[in-house]
């Protein structure tokens, strides 16, 4: 298997335009994570998908961002519109048995907002 | 409120010595600990998976333990090596919650 896939690796945009960050989980794992990494506050959960329902959005900043499932093997994660502040890596991680089996990661995009 | 620490936050020693990084965890309740390698700009490379039925996995230089009465898993390095220098994170999984330490920087001088 290729591991968690994301795209962008890298994407630079300005202050008001729509961001879409994509996964892709391992083939088989029914769970999904999208993560937030920045010096300051280091590795942030904004949601976590199962069976590609979404269980726990309570780390989602705000408004601004959304994210969805719609089928095993996709999910995106929007911010629109895009603020400066949003700058950070974004991981998206997958794993089996609902949690409990092995987390893997995909390589992060690396967003920045001007 | 469920916490993940690690100790210490940032480690120096020289290439060959033996070390322990450390991670506790509040709540005994859990399914999994896992460790975690990230290089500078990278992403989080898996390296240990200790299942709650386990004490301890093995590979290679590594070993990491767990002690789910305590609270407490340790990541032990054999003769440390300049490329292990990384920031070593545990995350402790549980029924509905996966929480990251917020890691140790790991520094191995030539």
């Excluded at chain 1, 999208?34 to 959960?45: F, V």
């Excluded at chain 1, 974004?90 to 089996?96: G, K, L, R, W």
Aim: aromatic share 8%; with cysteine.
């Amino acid at each position: 298997d290729a591991g968690v896939i994301q795209s962008p690796r890298h994407e630079v945009t300005e202050m008001g335009q729509e961001v879409t960050l994509r996964c892709k989980p391992i083939s088989g794992h029914n769970s999904l994570f999208w993560y937030r990494q920045t010096m300051m506050r280091g590795l942030e959960l904004l949601i976590y998908f199962n069976n590609n329902v979404p269980i726990d959005d309570s780390g989602m900043p705000e408004d601004r961002f959304s994210a969805k499932m719609p089928n095993a093997s996709f999910s995106t994660l929007k911010i629109q519109p895009s603020e400066p502040r949003d700058s950070a890596v974004y991981f998206c991680a997958s794993t089996s048995s609902g949690g409990a089996g092995e987390l893997f990661f995909g390589e992060g995009s690396r967003l920045t907002v001007l | 409120k469920q916490e993940v620490t690690q100790i210490p936050a940032a480690l120096s020693v020289p290439e060959g010595e033996n070390l322990v990084l450390n991670c506790s965890f509040t709540d005994s309740a859990i399914y999994n600990l896992q460790w975690f390698r990230q290089d500078p700009g990278k992403g989080l490379t898996s390296l240990l998976l200790i299942q709650s039925s386990q004490r301890e996995q093995t590979s290679g230089r590594l070993n990491a333990s767990l002690d789910k009465s305590s609270g407490r898993s340790t990541l032990y390095i054999a003769a440390s090596q300049p490329g292990d220098s990384a920031t070593y994170l545990c995350v402790k999984t549980s029924y509905d919650k996966v929480i990251f330490g917020p890691g140790t920087s790991l520094s191995v001088i030539p």
